[in-house]
């Protein structure tokens, strides 16, 4: 019979059953992270009617967007998971609860050009929070929380989550007479991280064609640091020249007042006014995540203050806040990083149960055992040499090897050896069961994620 | 503006959140139950190569595929996970180890004619074990006692697993020489609990055009039942006529014999010679799943030793058993028969605090503290009357109110409303953690599936 090459396509992760232990190790940290600040999980289809997901149209979701039909229906694969949150609240309206607060891990999909570290299929984690007409600030204020929360439970440390305002920055270029140039302005501050302040200025006078003295403004303005405190005092002499800054900066101040209660520390937190995020969805709070010794990578948890979550759909305003995790970028930087923990048990199982007579039922019976006293357990199955099965125990990682075979069937007892230390024991098989568990749980204790 | 009407499309299941609740649960067993036996969790693309996914070709799969172009590639979405996993077994033969164990619980796609209870998109949730060259028939003996075990986690008690032996079938139809007429046989004698022994007996004899005593002979074998070791008394009789009869009835013999070591109680289980499972893809044991109050719904979890996993893939042998939960449909039909049970909370929380006082901050941290005890907590932020507020907490199901107001902050303590008893206390936010975390615990511990 002639063979079809089995091939998984470009663009789209396939993960070994080790590594995807550690995905799965850092989605069910996602999980409970989002599950602990009261958001509810969502599960939305992954093909949506074209015209629903097209609402908004136009631009690059247009190109990327994986479309097709079948029999009469004009069909599309989600490529985020905000649309799709925008037509189930929409569609569900009446009968959810406001502020509505649900979590959504999924995939979405983007034919973009496939290349190093970009994926046309890829996991998004987001939470968002969506409100009936109106939305409280302090949510916005919640958020930095949370994102400090679900990083630290991964395991990162040097990270900073990075806020500014929409209105703050609306507000600046109205106060300046800047208005209809904020977006190209926006663009090119953008660039400051990577091209410095005076390449900034160059482009702010060459291409934006912005007079010396408007565009140091924007520098000045921009180039404000410090402590909440030293950046707010800062900004506060900016007040009374325009109300939309005026608000946003009350927000800010929301926005930092509170972080010492939620238990963010200053150091993993900065206000940066040159985050944007984007031209017209976001009306308020935006935030970026960075990895302090990582630049590079960009931002690894964004999102923002939006104030028409479903305009395509309907016509009640539902305002929110959300971020969204890029999951299946950030795994793939971490382990080029080597971020990844290798101290994670990846093994299928705690323990391996091998047989070593002819009759199965005391093996069979001790696996069982295992089972019930709470330990992922395997039975060796197949008839091979003693060696083949410990290196098959080798190869899988597997912590703890017990064995059964006349003696310890004579004596009632199974033999635990520990393959990380070699250690070998007899033990009742209770006292087996406790003894693994007791160091799964030490071991399964670290987090994913491993900074050197 | 225009409205698009934001709807989800015929076919597709989109729970609202207490619903999503039920089914994360489902999910969640489902998932530890695999864990426990030592399977790895798999991902693989929804999306493959349409030529990868079709190698098989042919049949009603072809017909009912999502099947789309992408710039110059033919694409289609996944309709089993079957035909993945042979994929991905064949693509890294080479880093994986043997027998390799793995579950994967994951959407799959069939553009079937939409109708109440069918699903076009739908989550299936496999196991499959898979050797390289030989798997031994241990492991065919394992299975029953995975889906014992899975479904009792899941709450379900009056359910019983089917299992016959393709060998043992083909082996009786050879001893009467009816081999060519097997597959015919098989499909009349499919309908044995639908229409009876004496309507099949006239199916094989006018539309298979048996000989009436050997139609009888068909009949006499089906209707061979009792308790496993009444069961194979009678099928020893039929030994040494047919050198593969033999070969099942040992491998029927392995299967049963470990039952008890396993923890498969009796009742759970019967030797049920009807069931064939499909024609050509098993080759040794089968197995079927039904719910013993709800044969209408048919089986729910079903499966079957396989010699040949990867045959369009790959030369090399890939022996496996396998069996598949179709979780949606599953979800949707226990749903029907009103066996979800109400008592599971649903809440996106365990504790909603409510801060009564214009500054936030003691609230903010009781809500810190009570996620840092490992507690749920959504802080109530929107700006409404206490009447608003508790009728949110009633809404959504919420366990525990937890109000922060003038005294509880004089005092040092929180007050803790038991929704469901309405009994409120005041206690120091470390007490109130312990009190939920209690009632959660025992709340939590039941069962999705309920039983009347």
Redesign the interface.
């Known amino acids: 019979?002639s063979?079809?090459?089995?091939?998984?396509?470009s663009g789209?992760?396939?993960?070994?059953?080790a590594e995807?232990?550690k995905?799965?190790r850092m989605m069910s940290a996602l999980r409970e992270s989002y599950?602990?600040?009261?958001?509810?999980?969502?599960?939305?289809?992954?093909?949506?009617?074209a015209?629903?997901l097209l609402?908004k149209g136009g631009g690059e979701t247009e190109k990327q967007i994986?479309?097709?039909?079948?029999?009469d229906?004009d069909?599309a694969l989600r490529f985020d998971l905000t649309v799709p949150l925008?037509?189930?609240v929409?569609?569900?309206y009446a009968?959810?609860?406001f502020?509505f607060?649900?979590y959504q891990i999924g995939?979405v999909?983007r034919?973009e050009r496939a290349q190093r570290g970009r994926f046309?299929?890829f996991y998004q984690a987001d939470i968002d929070?969506v409100?009936d007409g109106?939305?409280?600030v302090?949510?916005e204020a919640?958020i930095p929380?949370i994102i400090y929360?679900t990083f630290t439970r991964l395991g990162l440390k040097r990270f900073k989550i990075r806020v500014n305002n929409r209105k703050l920055l609306n507000g600046f270029y109205a106060m300046n007479g800047m208005s209809e140039k904020a977006g190209e302005i926006m663009r090119v501050v953008d660039k400051l991280d990577k091209i410095g302040p005076h390449k900034v200025k160059e482009l702010l006078i060459d291409e934006v064609k912005m007079l010396p003295t408007k565009s140091e403004n924007v520098l000045d303005f921009m180039a404000i640091c410090g402590t909440n405190a030293e950046v707010i005092e800062r900004l506060e002499q900016y007040r009374g020249m325009d109300a939309v800054f005026d608000r946003g900066l009350d927000e800010l101040i929301t926005v930092t007042r509170?972080l010492q209660?939620?238990?963010v520390p200053e150091e993993n937190f900065a206000i940066d006014l040159t985050i944007a995020r984007g031209l017209d969805y976001y009306t308020g709070t935006v935030y970026e995540t960075t990895m302090t010794e990582h630049p590079e990578i960009g931002s690894i948890c964004s999102g923002g203050r939006y104030d028409n979550l479903?305009?395509?759909?309907?016509?009640r305003q539902l305002p929110g806040v959300g971020i969204s995790i890029g999951l299946t970028r950030l795994f793939y930087v971490l382990g080029e990083q080597g971020m990844l923990s290798d101290e994670l048990v990846t093994a299928?199982?705690d323990a391996?149960v091998i047989p070593m007579t002819e009759d199965?039922?005391?093996a069979?019976?001790a696996a069982?055992a295992l089972?019930?006293g709470g330990?992922?357990?395997?039975?060796y199955?197949?008839?091979k040499k003693f060696k083949a099965r410990m290196s098959?125990a080798d190869?899988?990682g597997v912590p703890f090897v017990v064995l059964v075979g006349e003696d310890e069937i004579a004596e009632g007892v199974v033999s635990l050896k520990n393959m990380r230390s070699g250690e070998q024991v007899k033990l009742t098989g209770a006292a087996a069961a406790d003894a693994i568990r007791a160091e799964m749980a030490e071991r399964s204790s670290r987090a994913v994620i491993q900074e050197k």
Request: charged residues 30%.
């Open positions: 019979m063979k079809i090459t089995p091939r998984t396509l789209f992760m396939e993960l070994l059953p995807q232990m995905l799965e599950a602990s600040y009261g958001f509810t999980p969502l599960d939305t289809p992954a093909i949506e009617a015209e629903v609402a994986y479309r097709f039909r079948k029999g229906n069909l925008a037509k189930y929409a569609a569900h009968e959810l609860c502020p607060r649900r995939k999909y034919g046309r299929e929070i409100g109106k939305l409280d302090l949510n919640e929380a929360d509170y209660d939620f238990g479903a305009e395509y759909y309907t016509d299928p199982c391996l199965l039922s005391h069979v019976g069982a089972r019930a330990v992922r357990t395997q039975l199955t197949e008839k098959y190869k899988l």
